[in-house]
């Protein structure tokens, strides 16, 4: 079973002003009052007035978002910032390989990153989305890492994200529903 992820995270006030107005945000709701808005085609349409551009080939270091970050979507998210960081992050994993790259942007500019990585051989703290999250202000906790510490896990794919905030599902139900089955 695969993972995919293409979203923006940032404190979950913060994503609800900026995508109050707009009819293709969802919100999937995580832990430490964050927030992930699965990035989809329709949704950068509704913020840019353009088709989303997609990278030819394999992401890398060199192009780390298979998304390309357009100037007006890359000038949305610094502008988001001015209100408190905003990480767009995007991951592939599927039979034990794959790769992740994450960006931070914050008072209205690019702060961090991008960084990418397809070898993940690092410690977990220093894999591009666990800093990324680490410099939205996630703070460690009983889970293996930031990742999962926030709820990242819990979804498989931007569908999954979809439901997970249409169904207005909280990071901690997963949680609930496992301690529900252990108790019978």
Known sequence: M????????????????QTAELDHAVLGELRQDFALLPVTPQLVVELTG???DFAAGDPSAKQ?????????LA???????????????????GGGVG????????GGALSWGP????VLDAPRKKWPINEALLRLGVERGSWIDP????GLHLERNTEGWL????RRLSADYWDELVEQWESQ
């Open 147 to 150: 990742f999962a510490e926030v």
């Open 64 to 72: 780390p978002f298979g998304l390309v970050l357009s100037p007006p």
């Open 75 to 93: 000038e949305l998210l610094a502008g988001w910032s001015r209100s408190g960081p905003v990480a767009y992050l995007e991951a592939e994993f």
């Open 99 to 106: 790769h992740q790259a994450a960006a931070v942007w914050l």
């Open 163 to 166: 439901a997970h905030g249409r």
């Open 115 to 118: 960084r990418f990585d397809d």
């Open 2 to 17: 695969g993972y995919q992820l293409s979203a923006v995270v940032a404190d979950v006030d913060l994503l609800r002003e």
């Open 50 to 52: 353009s088709l989303p």
